[in-house]
């Protein structure tokens, strides 16, 4: 069984998949709306945005997969966004209101053992990424049109000496992922649905490609939300809300080109995961509902498979895919 789970505005949900449909195995309390997840790779955890409570929390997976609370600690200014360091001893969260970055410490365990720094970054910080050397970390912040990138000190936790990688003017930077050479840093836009490839220059990295992820002209209510690439390399998805779409992007060339875009299902996909290399889940935010895709490892395409009713509406939702197996 691989468990799957979902963060919605009230619980985090864990269900079982099952042929006629998800069959829920658990909800657990971790405070007002916990919008992201992370799992830890060196262990049984998860770690949550609690985005609403202002707060971050950790929790342990047991042998079946099912979650129990371990730790919160403050993350104030609404965090949309937590993700570990490499070494996975520091939990990272963006705060969206505030434009903050936190950075706190774990115990040998895993669990949150208290704030070792907080730093003002920028209007509407979105997420947070470390590089694989765990020496810098990058945080797209919406509101100032820029991705900042930060010296790290991966033995005390704290981020200094911010500078600012300009993103075309109105874009509103929202995720971003590494190729796996860490040669490419693709950003997906909220504002004007586009993708950002930035290639690295020195030790840093230059903006160099700017596409579309949508098949027709932006309209209002358009907005990037989403990224992720497939385990080979060789693709980059994209969610695209108001149009409700998955944009596909082959990787074959020096920058990304846009192979297709296909239904969402879901409304308002606000975010999606690969599982393995065949299979991708989706939320649909304001259907209240979680989309199955299966997908085509040669081609990149993909077909919906299933909808999900949820009690709730989804916010994250994904395996723990990179976590230790129990």
């Not at 950002?196 to 907005?223: I, M, N």
Request: contains cysteine; proline residues 4%; glycine residues 10%.
């Amino acid at each position: 069984m691989t468990p799957l789970y979902v963060g919605g505005e009230r619980e985090l949900l864990v269900f079982e998949a099952a042929a006629d449909g998800l069959r829920q195995l658990q909800s657990v309390t971790v405070g007002a709306m916990p919008s992201f997840l992370s799992f830890a790779t060196s262990r049984r955890a998860l770690y949550v945005a609690v985005e609403s409570d202002d707060a971050v929390a950790s929790l342990r997976l047991d042998d079946e997969g099912l979650l129990h609370t371990t730790g919160h600690c403050a993350a104030e200014g609404g965090p949309a966004y937590v993700a570990l360091d490499r070494s996975e001893r520091f939990v990272l969260s963006a705060s969206y209101g505030s434009g903050e970055l936190h950075v706190a410490r774990l115990d040998e365990a895993g669990v949150l053992a208290g704030r070792v720094a907080s730093l003002a970054v920028g209007r509407n910080a979105h997420a947070v990424r470390a590089s694989h050397d765990n020496r810098r970390l990058y945080v797209p912040c919406k509101g100032d049109d820029c991705v900042v990138e930060l010296d790290f000190d991966a033995s005390s936790g704290r981020p200094s000496a911010p500078r600012r990688l300009s993103c075309p003017s109105g874009s509103g930077p929202r995720h971003l992922a590494f190729s796996a050479d860490e040669e490419r840093m693709y950003v997906v836009c909220e504002n004007d649905c586009s993708l950002l490839t930035f290639v690295r220059e020195g030790s840093s990295y230059r903006l160099a490609s700017r596409v579309e992820t949508l098949p027709r002209a932006f309209r209002a209510g358009d907005t990037g939300a989403d990224l992720h690439l497939s385990g080979d390399q060789r693709f980059l998805y994209v969610t695209n809300r108001g149009h409700d779409s998955l944009s596909i992007f082959s990787l074959a060339g020096e920058f990304p080109e846009r192979l297709d875009n296909v239904p969402s299902v879901g409304a308002w996909p606000r975010n999606f995961g690969l599982n393995g290399e065949r299979e991708l889940w989706l939320g649909g935010q304001e259907s209240s509902t979680v989309e199955r895709f299966s997908r085509d490892p040669s081609t990149g395409r993909l077909r919906h498979e299933a909808s999900f009713a949820v009690n709730q509406r989804v916010f994250w939702v994904g395996t723990a895919k990179g976590a230790a197996a129990p």
